[in-house]
C-alpha cells in the first residue's frame, strides 16, 4: 500500500511513490504500454545483476487502475537539482556523469535488447525528408556495434547523488552497443537538453546557467579516461544526431537539424 499520496518525484511518463519495506514504486501513465514496463523492469534488474550502482527491482505491481515498477528505496538529490542549489560543485559533477558512464560501458549484458535496433527506430520517427532519414539510416549500419552496456538516456536527472554514492536510475533505453554513441546521446542532452514543464523553476533556469561548463567537463573527462579521439566520434554524429531528433522535443529541435546539415555535409566529404 502506497504510504503517501503525494509523489516523491515526478517524470514525463511515471511518478514515484513512497512503498513499504523501504521501498519506492514508480507507477506509469495510464496507458503505458505493459511491454514497455516489462521492459525496463527487466533491463533494471539484469543491470542490478551485473554490479551497477542502480535500485535493486522487486516486481511489478497494479494498483488504482496503473501499472507500477517497486523498487529498492534510494536516498539523494537529482544531480540536475544540485546543479542549481550547488553550482560550485558545477565541474565536479561533470566530472562525476563521465565516470559514472565510463563505469557502465565497461560492463556487458548481453540479455539487453541490440543499441543499433534502437536508434534505428528513432531515426524512423525523426520529422525529415525521406532522403535524410535513409542516409542517417545507411550511416548507421556502416558503423561497428559494441558489447557494452548503455543507458540511452543519461543525464544528470537520472542521477541519485547521496552522500557517499551516486546511483543511476531509469533504464527505459538500456541496451547493448557501441559506446560512442551512447556518450554522444549524452552530450546531446546536455548541449540541447531543457529540464521537463513539470521541473521546478529553479531547476528549469539551471539548465541553462552554466551548460557550457558542465558539458565540457563531462565531455573532455569522458575522452581522457576513455581514450576517446575526435575521429572516433565524429562518424556518429549524423545518424546519432538524427535519432536524438526523433524524440521530437521541441526545444531541441532547431540546433539538431542545424547539427544535422552540418553533420550530413561532413559525413559526404
Known sequence: MMESPR????????EVFAWPDS????????????????AEARAS???????LATPRMHGIVEFEGRTGIVFDRVYGNPMLKLLSTKPWKLRAHGRLLAELHLAIHRRRVDELPPQREQLDHLITRARLPDRQRRAAQARLHELPDGTAVCHGDFHPDNILVGDDVA??????????GNPVADYLLTSLILRLGAAHPGAPLRTRAAVGIGRSLFHWSYTSRYRRLGK???????????????????Y???????????????AAVAATV
Not at 45 to 51: C, D, N, S, T
Not at 248 to 262: P, S
Open 7 to 14: 509523489p516523491i518525484a515526478k517524470g514525463r511518463l511515471a
Open 23 to 38: 521501498q519506492v514504486v514508480k507507477l506509469f501513465s495510464a496507458g503505458r504500454d505493459i511491454e514497455l514496463i516489462e
Open 45 to 51: 534488474q539484469l543491470v542490478y545483476e551485473a554490479g
Open 167 to 176: 546511483t543511476v536510475i531509469d533504464w527505459t533505453t538500456a541496451s547493448i
Open 228 to 246: 576517446l579521439s575526435a575521429s572516433d566520434v565524429e562518424p556518429w554524429v549524423f545518424p546519432v544526431a538524427v535519432a536524438r531528433l526523433g
Open 248 to 262: 521530437d522535443v521541441a526545444a531541441e529541435r532547431r540546433q539538431l537539424l542545424t547539427l544535422i546539415d552540418r
